[in-house]
């Protein structure tokens, strides 16, 4: 498949993969729903070898590979497909203060984890954002955080 | 150097580099090559020449994530050409003297010339999930999704 400079293209198309930059810098990602989706939760983008189901979503399971971790900007059923943000201000991510997060510090999403949590005062391997806002209650609840946009390990807690 | 808004730009240039991404969410790499082969994977590389920057290199051992490329037509001569790195891919080689399932993800180890089965997860050597399966043990075009991340090259 020769490709003249003036465009490229694939021969053939997954339904999802595109990813889309607002005026703001937000970049959201187009996903296949693969369970019922929560708006505000953290989920890993993953692949299979079905264009109709690629790339989708997975709950976080501890793996030593960087994946992008997306927040989830609606509510969806299994089989929709529905947008990911995986970089920029977020005002709905939903985060737990189970132990105390402080604004500027970074949050991670571990294991089984529905929501993003303390990591450190310093970027990890792990980081997936950096609070803007303090929250220290044990429910989840949407909190405003800025996604750092840059793939991550998922550790196991 | 302050820019204005509506522009940036370099005071220099190297040929290669530029980055399009087609209607699917494809992404293609234009880089260098002395030969090429439609489909190898090949290491993107960086030299300090502009004339032969970004460039490419056989799979080699590597700790160190980098780009996979795929070249997007066989070339006898010296040239930039575009290579796909990201998306779904009806040309990239295969070995299949490992058993290709579709769904498994695929990795390139050190010398080779097509990518071979990884495994059934995802590990750090994973470039693409294979969308078709293929079991022979030529190197052959097929069907596969590329993720488009930088990987690490194994030793086998």
Redesign the interface.
Known sequence: ???P?E????????VG???REDEHGKKFIRVYAADTITVGRPYVV??????AT?PKTASPAT?????YVGVATETASSGDMTWLQIKGDCDFALVTGDSDVAKDDFLEVTNTETAMEVDASTRSANSVAIARAAYTDTTDAATLVSLIGD?VIVAAS | MAMPAETVSSSTESKGGEVKKDEHGSEFVRAYAATATRGTPLVLTLDGDEATNPGTAAAATSAVYQLIVFPTSTETSAGFQWMQYKGDCDFALCDGTAAIAKDKYLDVVDGETAMTYDAAARSVQSIAVAREAYTGSADAETLVHLIGDRVNIASS
């Open positions: 498949m020769a490709m400079a465009s490229v293209s694939s021969s053939t198309e997954s993969g595109e990813i993953t692949y299979d070898g079905d264009e690629n793996l030593a590979v960087y994946q793939r």
